[in-house]
């Protein structure tokens, strides 16, 4: 077959090769599509460099901006409690924790950026409301418990989202991930570490962590996004290998999860219906209210106006230091320029 | 905007040889004078002296400071924690990601400074560094009062971290030597953190003072705001004569010439002058503060507060 002869094709036509006639483009692109497949087909990866389909590239952009934007507003729930964190040691970690989100809004960023659109245009339509985040952040951090009810559960549903998405078809992204996880792992252990040390607390601050465990469940299951059957991209995520099993999977995997090591905190979920299911062998959960989910994707949360305000209002008090920045730069590099052409 | 070197400031290239010179804006002093081999980051965990281990050591006996020493160790644990508190607020709220990651990462090392400080200090009479930051009143703070001043615009907390980082590097070089063999450990930790911060610093002031006009005048602003409070991190007292006496810690007096001659270097380089600005009393070092500190603390302090003697 002819596959085995198959190589990846440039995503931008080569000047050399005088690409310019439309049976030309035409060609590379069936070419480029062969590649493709091929790739897909072996589950293999494909490069920022290589050729590919409009839609994957679009759907990609989509997705690993959302998830750079979901880490960037995802610093502000928890960067609410870093002055007030009630131990010097819990302070340090939750600084270092907030501090890794901005880390992986970076990676993410750059990945998206391999796909040719650079971060400043990506932070733009966050601003303007036209991208989306993670919906879970327009929730607000009402106690010191909403820090471990936010790692164990929020990072906890990332971790379960994410570790399949190690393997994304898109090398940058799945790269990126791997990194992404080991460090969410570390997030996770240190939100449920928090829960335990207030369960064991006094019986206040045991109340404490249930509540913020009752508040963060139902946001946190529906992390993974809308039920199967009203999920209409998905499909076309599995056969890219961007996603490798479905919303309900992933969030019933979770849900077991969470009931072995809610035992161990000593708290309860507050889900009456959670079972496994001896026939199909998976967890069941009790029904969630997608109509706030939407509301809130709307835009009709509780934090959402607050969220995007502090980021536009730090991102217009930084400009002026955006702009001093690049103006030293290009001073600079004058300056080299000059020294270069005088020696 | 300069993406590469504000991302570098923030995290070391790993094959750096000699202090980290793949970042060195050219200025004397910022950053030219770490061992490469010795780098922060590259502490291997078993090597590093955390405040745990300090705190460890002090329940055991195994380290007990005298009274003199741990009431320098308040002073100068005092002021890195305050500090701390100040940057952590920029977390979410910097001019750049890249500075998200940069102050968090100098709030990160100040605080645990202040930590490895604070439980030494505590060794004195068995309180722990959570008693210390979390139950100690307004007067009982040590911190100079430099280290409280608002964070204001970015080029006010650059000014800020500009002086605090030169003063710091001096103090804490001085104390590897101490006679104090923890006040020792500790200082020669922070002082590899606390020379990126100076190079961090340093950078950012030839940046704004040679950017754009906005940003050159907001930086002599910054600088004006925050020189004031300048001569209390350097005026000898009665305990600070005493730890010289002992060669625990140096006269801050001592520092003066080296501080004011690197940080000129950089001003000059940056086409700015010492600001004319008369110097404040201070008394931060006896208690008394500044009106910012009361609310700082406030909010520090309130959920510890709210339940005194839970554990966390």
């Known amino acids: 077959m002819a596959s085995q002869t198959l190589q990846s094709v440039p995503a931008e036509p080569s000047p050399a ?20 497949d091929k790739v897909m087909a072996e589950d293999s990866r494909i490069e920022p460099r290589d050729w590919m389909p409009p839609a ?48 992986h809004g970076l990676y993410l960023y750059s990945a998206a950026e391999t796909l040719g659109q650079p971060r400043d245009a990506m932070m733009q339509d966050l ?55 080991k460090e969410e792992s570390f997030h996770q252990r240190q939100g449920f570490e928090i829960l335990l040390e207030l369960s064991n607390g006094t019986p206040e601050q045991k109340q404490m962590a249930q509540d913020a465990v009752n508040r963060w469940y139902a946001p946190a299951l529906m992390m993974f996004g809308p039920p199967d059957d009203d999920s209409p991209n998905s499909k076309q995520s599995m056969a890219w290998n961007i996603k490798r099993f479905s919303n309900d999977e992933l969030r019933n995997r979770f849900v077991g999860m969470m009931m072995e090591q809610v035992k161990v905190l000593g708290l309860t979920l507050p889900d009456k219906d959670i079972r496994f299911n001896e026939e199909t062998k998976k967890w069941e959960h009790g029904p969630l209210d997608w109509d706030e989910f939407h ?18 209002e730090a991102h217009q008090n930084g400009a002026w230091v955006r702009e001093a920045a690049a103006a030293y730069a290009e001073k600079q590099s004058r300056k080299q320029a000059e020294k270069e052409s005088a020696a | 905007m300069s993406t590469a070197e504000t991302a570098a400031a923030a995290a070391p290239a790993e094959t750096d040889t000699v202090g980290h010179g793949d970042i060195s804006v050219g200025v004397s002093g910022a950053g030219a004078s770490g061992d490469g081999a ?46 701390a508190q100040r940057l952590g607020h920029w977390i979410s709220r910097a001019p750049e990601l890249e500075e998200d990651i940069a102050l968090g990462n100098i709030a990160l090392d100040q605080l645990g400074h202040a930590r490895s400080f604070l439980s030494y200090a505590g060794g004195l009479d068995g309180r722990s560094e959570d008693d210390l930051a979390y139950f100690r009143r307004e007067h009982e703070f040590r911190s100079a009062e430099l280290f409280e001043q608002p964070n204001g615009d970015f080029a006010v907390t650059i000014a800020r971290q500009f002086v605090v980082s030169y003063y710091q590097f001096e103090l804490y070089r001085r104390l590897t030597s101490s006679t104090d063999a923890t006040l020792a450990g500790i200082a020669a930790k922070a002082v590899k953190e606390v020379d990126y911060h100076r190079d961090h610093s340093a950078q950012w002031v030839l940046r704004l003072a040679q950017g754009t006009d906005e940003s050159r005048e907001k930086m002599i602003h910054g600088f004006k705001v925050i020189w004031p409070y300048v001569d209390e991190l350097f005026r000898d007292d009665e305990l600070t004569g005493r730890l010289s006496e002992a060669g625990a810690a140096p006269q801050p007096s001592s520092l003066r010439e080296d501080f004011d001659r690197l940080t000129g270097e950089v001003l000059a380089e940056a086409e700015l002058e010492v600001p004319h600005v008369q110097p404040a009393p201070g008394g931060g070092r006896r208690g008394l503060h500044s009106e910012h500190l009361g609310y700082l603390l406030a909010e520090m302090q309130v959920l510890a507060r709210e339940y005194p003697g839970a554990s966390w």
């Open chain 1, 17 to 36: 090769r005088h690409e310019q006639s439309l049976e030309d483009a035409a060609r590379r692109d069936a070419e480029g599509q062969a590649y493709f």
């Open chain 1, 56 to 103: 994957y590239r679009k759907t990609l952009l989509r997705q690993i901006s959302q998830h750079a934007h979901s880490e960037i507003i995802g610093m502000q729930p928890e960067a609410n409690w870093i002055s007030r964190a009630p131990s010097l040691k819990r302070k340090a970690i939750l600084m270092a924790k907030v501090q890794d989100e901005a880390g």
């Open chain 1, 127 to 181: 601003m303007d409301g036209k991208a989306k985040y993670s919906s879970i952040f327009n929730y607000p951090a009402r106690t010191w418990a909403d820090m471990g009810a936010i790692g164990w559960m929020v990072d906890g549903a990332a971790i379960a989202n994410q570790v399949p998405l190690c393997r994304a078809s898109f090398g940058p992204y799945g790269r990126a991930m791997v990194r992404v996880c």
């Open chain 1, 295 to 312: 509301e809130v994707l709307a835009g009709r949360g509780p934090c959402n106006a607050q969220r995007l305000e502090r980021r536009r």
């Open chain 2, 38 to 83: 010795a780098s922060a980051t590259r502490i291997t965990p078993g090597n590093a002296l955390r405040p745990e281990d300090i705190a460890l050591a002090v329940s055991r006996g195994a380290a007990k400071p005298s009274d003199d020493v741990a009431e320098f160790a308040l002073r100068v644990g005092d002021d890195a924690l305050i500090l």
